[in-house]
């Protein structure tokens, strides 16, 4: 793994002339999973997952922050990917994330069906240069025309986008999955808090629409198109509250997967529960 972590360094500084033919197998056409972090799919304990490697210019131990939020994620109860965090020898760690979109093949090791993916951008006819006009009340609407029943969940996640400052919840980062006779909702990833600091800049927006006020990411805007989730405003008042108070201990679940206290610190102003 360290060296497949130098290996993505070198892709990075333009510098991967000297990587062997297998390092750019994996890193150069390894991750079919968009991003700008260095990645690559990787065969551990028998199963597929996303391996998201550090740099040398991160701000902060992405991995171990990243594994704390799913953690967060699952206790305010949304689906995320099987997740685990493994420690380089320089400290440093790496976030693994089993890729949901891959089956194995019976009897044949290492080798992997493809589900049907398909991402919130697609199923609204957008391109990427119009994920602004996207929004999570439009993916919770389109879902529901496709006969998917997913609206509260939709709203558990943007309101769990909004409480941790999640300013990247662009629509390639919301996803559905194909299985035998049905679409369905697919697990939530790529869930990471902007770094803030209380008292600056403490209003923000979301990569993609909130509500009847745009992208602005306030309760009022949140529950101003609860409707449009399926969701009678109190309930979903209900599930907002739900999901910041399941947060209220993410500095100590940070700490426990080894987040030092200066990176905690940039992150003093990004939840709405402090």
């Not at 939020?69 to 440093?92: C, F, K, M, Q, V």
């Not at 947060?247 to 610190?265: C, F």
Request: charged fraction near 30%.
């Amino acid at each position: 793994m360290s060296r497949l972590v130098a290996a993505a360094q070198e892709v990075l500084d333009g510098t991967e002339g000297r990587l062997t033919q297998e390092e750019r197998r994996f890193l150069l056409q390894g991750s079919s999973m968009g991003g700008a972090r260095p990645k690559a799919n990787v065969l551990h304990d028998g199963r597929l997952c996303l391996a998201k490697l550090p740099a040398s210019g991160d701000r902060f131990d992405n991995a171990r922050v990243e594994m704390a939020l799913s953690d967060l994620a699952r206790s305010a109860g949304i689906e995320t990917p099987r997740t685990e965090l493994i420690s380089l020898p320089d400290g440093r760690g790496v976030f693994l994330s089993e890729r949901f979109d891959r089956v194995p093949v019976p009897d044949k090791h290492g080798a992997f069906f493809r589900k049907g993916f398909l991402s919130a951008l697609t199923l609204l006819g957008l391109d990427e240069r119009k994920n602004p006009l996207g929004s999570c009340p439009a993916i919770a609407d389109a879902a529901r025309k496709a006969g998917i029943d997913c609206g509260r969940d939709i709203f558990r996640r943007m309101a769990f986008n909004m409480a941790i400052r999640n300013t990247d919840d662009h629509l390639r980062n919301h996803g559905f999955l194909r299985g035998k006779k049905e679409w369905r909702l697919s697990p939530a990833y790529n869930l990471m808090p902007a770094p803030a600091v209380p008292g600056v800049a403490t209003s923000f927006d979301l990569s993609i629409g909130v509500g009847k006020m745009g992208r602005k990411a306030t309760l009022e805007n949140a529950l101003s198109e609860s409707a449009r989730f399926g969701l009678p405003k109190r309930e979903a008042e209900e599930i907002f509250k739900n999901v910041v108070d399941n947060l209220r201990s993410w500095r100590s679940v940070m700490a426990r997967y080894g987040v030092t206290d200066s990176d905690i610190e940039k992150f003093s102003g990004s939840f709405f529960a402090r």
